[in-house]
């Protein structure tokens, strides 16, 4: 009977995630905008400038827009990951989060509730940007193997970038502070990673600091697992640091959603 109650908790609140989330139409129109525009227009004006050379895990040389479209599925999933702690301090700050956080239920499946919906969304939203890029020429591998590991690869992205919004929600107090903060998080993680350029590029032009801060960044791992899964190829240590930083952001921000510490947290956001 608990196990019902708990799958049940499960499915009301991905369902009231996945009904909210749709119903703002024009965050979902932004989702694909974004990176559709960068597929578009940036791709196209640097087409000449990037060249693409033959390293893993390329057999061959591509177009500089089939190399970035990892790089933009990776986009969709941290703008919706890191813009899916905007609702959970709106939430805090209506106090729906305090209803919810004293459900009969351990807090982190809650919160794994919460995680799971941001992440089924952000691969829905993926999805969709695959399909749009193949209406623009943008055709990436299809092999049904590779596909499937690709997938499982979006998903980890997902819920990796879903977990790190949760930690973030703990700490922005109020919505006034969300834009900065976010600011802050998103672009030096996008740009500081092999969703525009590749490492061994980083290196030849001698911006060494750049090719360090990409190697430590979670995000890099989850772009080139994406890369490397497309074309059947081992990503590596990838998945480990993707799913590593998943469990370590997790369970930091289930304890900042502790009893005591998200009711100190709540007055002083409300001070």
């Not at 119903?23 to 196209?44: E, I, K, N, S």
């Not at 799971?116 to 969304?121: K, S």
């Amino acid at each position: 009977m608990r196990s019902a109650h708990a799958l049940l908790a499960l499915r009301a609140i991905v369902q009231r995630e996945l009904l909210r989330s749709l119903r703002q139409h024009g965050r979902l129109l932004a989702a694909l905008l974004r990176p559709v525009l960068w597929l578009a227009v940036f791709a196209a004006g640097f087409r000449s400038v990037f060249g693409v050379a033959i390293v893993e895990p390329y057999d061959t040389y591509i177009p500089y827009e089939l190399y970035i479209a990892p790089g933009l599925i990776g986009m969709v999933l941290l703008f919706n990951g890191l813009q899916s702690s905007l609702a959970m301090v709106y939430d805090r700050e209506m106090g729906l989060m305090r209803l919810l956080l004293t459900a009969p239920l351990p807090r982190p499946w809650l919160l794994l509730a919460k995680l799971l919906a941001t992440a089924v969304l952000s691969l829905a939203q993926a999805l969709a940007f695959v399909g749009v890029g193949a209406l623009l020429g943008t055709v990436l591998p299809l092999q049904p193997a590779a596909l499937l590991h690709a997938l499982a690869a979006t998903l980890a992205g997902a819920l990796m970038l879903g977990a790190l919004g949760l930690l973030l929600s703990v700490h922005v107090r109020q919505l006034e502070n969300f834009a900065g903060t976010m600011n802050f998080v998103i672009f030096p993680m996008y740009f500081l990673s092999t969703a525009l350029y590749p490492l061994w590029k980083l290196e030849e032009c001698g911006a060494l600091w750049v090719w360090r801060a990409a190697q430590w960044n979670p995000f890099t791992h989850a772009v080139e697992w994406i890369r490397f899964a497309l074309y059947g190829k081992d990503p590596g240590l990838a998945p480990w640091v993707v799913l590593g930083t998943l469990a370590l952001c997790f369970v930091l921000a289930c304890r900042g959603y502790d009893a005591r510490r998200f009711g100190a947290a709540a007055q002083r956001g409300g001070a």
